[in-house]
Each structure stands twice: as C-alpha cells, then as structure tokens.
Antibody, heavy 120, light 107 residues
Framework: EVQLVESGGGLVQPGRSLKLSCAASGFTFSNYYMAWVRQAPKKGLEWVATISTSGSRTYYPDSVKGRFTISRDNAKSSLYLQMNSLKSEDTATYYC?????????????WGPGTMVTVSS | VQMTQSPSYLAASPGESVSISCKASKSISNNLAWYQEKPGKANKLLIHSGSTLQSGTPSRFSGSGSGTDFTLTIRSLESEDFAVYYCQQYNEYPPVTFGSGTKLEIK
C-alpha cells in the first residue's frame, strides 16, 4: 500500500526557516517524480515544487522560487522541503504527492498533510 | 492556465446526480484531473486524462470534456461522496494549476 506521511510542520516566525519531510513507503520511491502541494486556510490547492527521480531537476512556481528548495534521499525513501524567508502567506497545510510513472503532472497519491503557520 | 470551477457550493440528496464544471482559460487538450478532498483523509485522485477513472474510483463517477470545458458527474450520490472536489490541469507546466474547489454537501 502506498503511504506518504509528512512531518515537520509547526509555528514559525516570519523570516525564519522550516524543513518539512515526507516518508514514503509501499512503492519504489526512486522511480517516481515527487511534489509538494499546499493549501492555505479556506483556500484552494497550490503546487509548490516538483523534483525528478534522481533529484537533478527541480521546478517551482514564482511564488516560492528562490526561497523553497525541494530535495530527496532515495536511499531513505524521503522527500524534503526546505522553506526559507517564510512569509505569512506561506501559512498552509503542505502535502507530499506522487506523480505517476507516466510523464504527466497530476498526482496519484497524497499524504495527509502537515500544517505550517507563519506568525509572530 | 487559469482554471475556473463552478459551482463553488452544491447541495444534493443521496441518490441524486450532480455535475461540476471546470473551465480552462486556454485549451488543455484532455490533460485534466479530478480530486476528492475529505476531512482527515489524504486527497484522492478520481479521474485523469479528462475521463479515465483511476483504479478504485467507483463507476458512478465520470468525467467528460476536452479543450477548455470539462465536467465531473456523480450519479446516484452516496453518503461518502459528500466532499470537496478539485480539478487540475497538467497540459502546460510548470506550473500545474487547480480549480478553486466545489464543496458538495448533503441537502
């Protein structure tokens, strides 16, 4: 059974950093692109980052480019999101998601999410 | 690509059928997915490629459309179907973009 479990969320002050983790199991992690998607309170879903199977290619929207870094450790079946220079608008539930093995950018499995609150 | 989803709120009774619309700001071929969001549960992929049911999606769900106009239809609503539904385009990326969501509630 595919499982994705995020951790690392919490309350952080504006301008500070936070690193999220996602533990994957039930599939060959190294074969799949992975992504982070977030949802601000009472808002819709927003794609945050995607990483290739080897980690050599990463993709970000303009809203987080230069502040967030996605990475992975295939040996540990783990995905990470380093978030720097956090802003109040980064307050959201962050989901780890798997892109299917076909080269299409939808997400076939999601984690339950971890909440990040950016506030002083 | 901007995705406009409607309605934002929908109330229906078990056994009824409902439809949710998703419109893209430009043609996205059939590169559209639908997801279901329920409290306390991971988001679930229902449909991809506009109309292909993901493994495990009940047959009462169907997707249609191509180009700019898409529809998610749920026939014979069951209690477990009351949730929030999102569309997502993946024709042009990055970024992939989502609709604003439709909350389906019990009437």
């Amino acid at each position: 059974e595919v499982q994705l479990v995020e951790s690392g969320g919490g309350l952080v002050q504006p301008g500070r950093s936070l690193k999220l983790s996602c533990a994957a199991s039930g599939f060959t992690f190294s074969n799949y692109y992975m992504a982070w998607v977030r949802q601000a309170p009472k808002k819709g879903l927003e794609w945050v980052a995607t990483i290739s199977t080897s980690g050599s290619r990463t993709y970000y929207p303009d809203s987080v480019k230069g502040r967030f870094t996605i990475s992975r450790d295939n040996a540990k079946s783990s995905l990470y999101l380093q978030m720097n220079s956090l802003k109040s608008e980064d307050t959201a539930t962050y989901y780890c998601a798997r892109r299917p093995i076909t080269p299409y950018w939808y997400f076939d499995f999601w984690g339950p999410g971890t909440m990040v609150t950016v506030s002083s | 690509v901007q995705m406009t989803q409607s309605p934002s709120y929908l109330a229906a009774s078990p056994g009824e059928s409902v439809s949710i619309s998703c419109k893209a700001s430009k043609s996205i071929s059939n590169n559209l997915a639908w997801y279901q969001e329920k409290p306390g549960k991971a988001n679930k992929l229902l449909i991809h490629s506009g109309s292909t049911l993901q493994s495990g999606t009940p047959s009462r769900f169907s997707g249609s459309g191509s180009g700019t106009d898409f529809t998610l239809t749920i026939r014979s609503l069951e209690s477990e179907d009351f949730a929030v539904y999102y569309c997502q385009q993946y024709n042009e990326y990055p970024p992939v973009t989502f609709g604003s969501g439709t909350k389906l509630e019990i009437k």
